[in-house]
């Protein structure tokens, strides 16, 4: 298998993020707390409890080069924590939401970043040196439900987002006086704060988890009905594609590679997409397994007891199939995984390694690199 | 209520009801021939998910019942189906479902277990999300 490293910190894990060296990882534990733990000889040990939200809290990204943590919170406000003479310091970032923060990422350039909330609005903050603070613009049209997760075009200006409304969006956050115009860049279009780029109406139910590849150039994320969703060429005239897979609904993805995604949900199991040559996509296999999964060891012995009293007819020869294979299937996570966190160098376009964290309160680290065969060339 | 993009108003409801007839006609013959799987395909072929209107949707529905009871052999009439239709079959399933009438639900049960094994629970999933593409 690809883990490397797994360990229980928590009854549940809310979200996590790594420290610019990756020695440290920072997670809220279902409470109300940031918890820092460094990793030092195969222990793990508690540096830090940050504790400043009053409510649970969201999300949670470390920046690489400026070293800040931010954190939202569903009390609704943010955070931005500095290492000063060996303690976190936090700075209050006033966000002006009247609903829970859901979600949070610092822009690739790190001088901004973006928060998804439940009041249908993004937050885009950034920090005025004159005044010594992190001002925060709202993007307030567009969006009909809550936010549930937003992602960094490499630009540093584009901004994706997905929304329980079923829609996937891309904006332009483009503040005078921090972000650059371009001179070689697209429309004019893209130099208004909050003008909407792009609207995506492919999915039917909620949509979650979305990235950019390295490149920019495709967007990927997931709708709750068991689809996966990929854009190719985002931008005036979109390819979109939309793939069906077996099992339970994926909850966020990760791009590998130009032409691979990694996506996590609630099978537990983390499952590789890739695009072949002819630029379509569809779902190669799990990370943990072989390619041919038998349909009817697949499910667990939860299940096959619900459909045996659903059926109406003995199982007991699958039953007992289900329960040996749900050990051996079992794998990293017992419970939903929620989030998949890359572990390379920011800017690199191919991920070898990165962590997952879930319901069940474990990190795992995959690391790809004796994979590089199994998956193929996409990679 | 007006037709949202790609919806149908009430007056194409009436080609779409007598596109429904032409094809029940068609799949009694092919019943006839003892060809079921063939009927059920030619009943899930051009069902109209984007009708709000009921009666093309009950319209449709007694013709894929039709042609759902009549299958015996299961493994085989899924053999047969393309993949893109597991999605429909399965909105059909639970709609047989709810109907309460033993004969249909029996069978729809039957066909459910082997459809879910082949199509898995993001088959099932799809089906109940999909609040807008009802059948």
Same mark, same amino acid.
């Given at each position: 298998?690809?883990?490397?490293?797994?360990?229980?910190?928590?009854?549940? =894990?809310?979200?996590?993020?790594?420290?610019?060296?990756?020695?440290?990882?920072?997670?809220?534990?279902?409470? #109300?707390?940031?918890? +820092? /733990?460094?990793?030092?000889?195969?222990?793990?040990?508690?540096?830090?409890?940050?504790?400043?939200?009053?409510?649970?809290?969201?999300?949670?990204?470390?920046?690489?080069?400026? #070293?800040? =943590?931010?954190?939202?919170?569903?009390?609704?406000?943010?955070?931005?924590?500095?290492?000063?003479?060996?303690?976190?310091?936090?700075?209050?970032? +006033?966000?002006?939401?009247?609903?829970?923060?859901?979600?949070?990422?610092?822009?690739?350039?790190? #001088?901004?970043?973006?928060?998804? *909330?439940?009041?249908?609005?993004?937050?885009?903050?950034?920090?005025?040196?004159?005044?010594?603070?992190?001002?925060?613009?709202?993007?307030?049209?567009?969006?009909?439900? $809550?936010?549930?997760?937003?992602?960094?075009?490499?630009?540093?200006?584009?901004?994706?987002?997905?929304?329980?409304?079923?829609?996937?969006?891309?904006?332009?956050?483009?503040?005078?006086?921090?972000?650059?115009?371009?001179?070689?860049?697209?429309?004019?279009?893209?130099?208004?704060?909050?003008?909407?780029?792009?609207?995506?109406?492919?999915? /039917?139910?909620?949509?979650?988890?979305?990235?950019?590849? @390295?490149?920019?150039?495709?967007?990927?994320?997931?709708?709750?009905? $068991?689809?996966?969703?990929?854009?190719?060429?985002?931008?005036?005239? @979109?390819?979109?594609?939309?793939?069906?897979?077996?099992?339970? @609904?994926?909850?966020?993805?990760?791009?590998?590679?130009?032409?691979?995604?990694?996506?996590?949900?609630?099978? %537990?199991?983390?499952?590789?997409?890739?695009?072949?040559?002819?630029?379509?996509? %569809?779902?190669?296999?799990?990370?943990?397994?072989?390619?041919?999964? *038998? !349909?009817?060891?697949? /499910? !667990? *012995?939860?299940? *096959?007891?619900?459909?045996?009293?659903?059926?109406?007819?003995?199982?007991?020869?699958? &039953?007992?199939?289900? $329960?040996?294979?749900?050990?051996?299937?079992?794998?990293?996570?017992?419970?939903?995984?929620?989030?998949?966190? @890359?572990?390379?160098?920011?800017?690199?376009?191919?991920?070898?390694?990165? !962590?997952?964290?879930?319901?069940?309160?474990?990190?795992?680290?995959?690391?790809?690199?004796?994979?590089?065969?199994?998956?193929?060339?996409?990679? | 209520?007006?037709?949202?993009?790609?919806?149908?108003?009430?007056?194409?409801?009436?080609?779409?009801?007598?596109?429904?007839?032409?094809?029940?006609?068609?799949?009694?013959?092919?019943?006839?021939?003892?060809?079921?799987?063939?009927?059920?395909?030619?009943?899930?072929?051009?069902?109209?998910?984007?009708?709000?209107?009921?009666?093309?949707? $009950?319209?449709?529905? =007694?013709?894929?019942?039709?042609?759902?009871?009549?299958?015996?052999?299961?493994?085989?009439?899924?053999? &047969?189906?393309?993949?893109?239709?597991?999605?429909?079959?399965?909105? /059909?399933?639970?709609?047989?479902?709810?109907?309460?009438?033993?004969?249909?639900?029996?069978?729809?049960?039957?066909?459910?277990?082997?459809?879910?094994?082949?199509?898995?629970?993001?088959?099932?999933?799809?089906?109940?999300?999909?609040?807008?593409?009802?059948?």
């Amino acid at each position: 298998m690809a883990v490397v490293d797994v360990h229980r910190f928590a009854e549940s =894990i809310t979200c996590h993020a790594w420290s610019p060296d990756h020695s440290m990882v920072a997670f809220c534990p279902n409470n #109300n707390e940031v918890h +820092i /733990y460094k990793s030092s000889q195969d222990q793990w040990e508690r540096l830090h409890v940050l504790e400043k939200h009053d409510q649970i809290v969201s999300g949670i990204d470390w920046s690489s080069k400026s #070293n800040k =943590i931010v954190t939202v919170s569903h009390d609704r406000n943010s955070y931005v924590w500095s290492l000063e003479g060996g303690e976190w310091v936090p700075t209050l970032v +006033i966000l002006r939401l009247n609903r829970a923060a859901l979600c949070v990422q610092w822009s690739p350039k790190e #001088n901004k970043f973006a928060v998804g *909330s439940g009041a249908k609005t993004v937050c885009i903050c950034y920090y005025e040196q004159e005044n010594n603070w992190w001002v925060s613009k709202l993007i307030r049209k567009r969006h009909e439900s $809550s936010v549930t997760n937003v992602a960094w075009h490499p630009n540093n200006i584009l901004l994706a987002t997905t929304s329980t409304d079923g829609k996937c969006r891309v904006f332009s956050t483009f503040i005078k006086g921090v972000d650059v115009k371009d001179p070689k860049a697209g429309s004019p279009a893209e130099s208004k704060f909050g003008e909407q780029i792009l609207q995506l109406d492919l999915s /039917y139910s909620w949509a979650f988890g979305v990235k950019w590849s @390295p490149s920019g150039n495709t967007l990927a994320y997931v709708g709750h009905s $068991s689809m996966i969703y990929f854009v190719d060429d985002v931008g005036p005239s @979109p390819l979109a594609q939309s793939v069906a897979f077996r099992d339970l @609904p994926l909850r966020d993805v990760l791009f590998i590679s130009e032409k691979m995604v990694i996506g996590v949900g609630y099978d %537990s199991n983390p499952m590789v997409f890739a695009a072949d040559d002819t630029g379509i996509w %569809s779902f190669i296999r799990y990370i943990g397994e072989k390619k041919a999964v *038998s !349909s009817g060891s697949s /499910y !667990s *012995s939860q299940f *096959s007891e619900a459909f045996t009293k659903f059926y109406g007819q003995s199982k007991a020869t699958t &039953a007992n199939e289900a $329960s040996e294979s749900s050990k051996s299937r079992g794998g990293v996570h017992d419970n939903c995984i929620n989030s998949i966190v @890359p572990l390379s160098k920011a800017g690199s376009p191919k991920v070898m390694r990165f !962590s997952t964290s879930g319901l069940d309160g474990k990190i795992a680290i995959w690391d790809l690199e004796n994979m590089q065969e199994e998956l193929g060339h996409q990679f | 209520m007006a037709g949202a993009g790609g919806f149908v108003e009430a007056d194409n409801a009436e080609a779409i009801i007598a596109r429904i007839e032409t094809k029940s006609s068609k799949i009694e013959s092919l019943l006839k021939q003892y060809k079921p799987v063939e009927a059920l395909k030619t009943a899930l072929e051009g069902s109209p998910p984007k009708t709000l209107d009921e009666r093309c949707k $009950s319209a449709n529905w =007694i013709v894929v019942h039709r042609a759902l009871m009549a299958i015996k052999d299961i493994e085989g009439m899924l053999n &047969a189906l393309d993949v893109e239709y597991y999605d429909i079959l399965m909105k /059909y399933l639970y709609r047989g479902l709810s109907t309460g009438d033993r004969p249909t639900c029996d069978q729809c049960l039957k066909i459910h277990e082997k459809l879910t094994d082949r199509a898995g629970l993001g088959c099932i999933l799809r089906c109940l999300t999909d609040t807008i593409n009802t059948v």
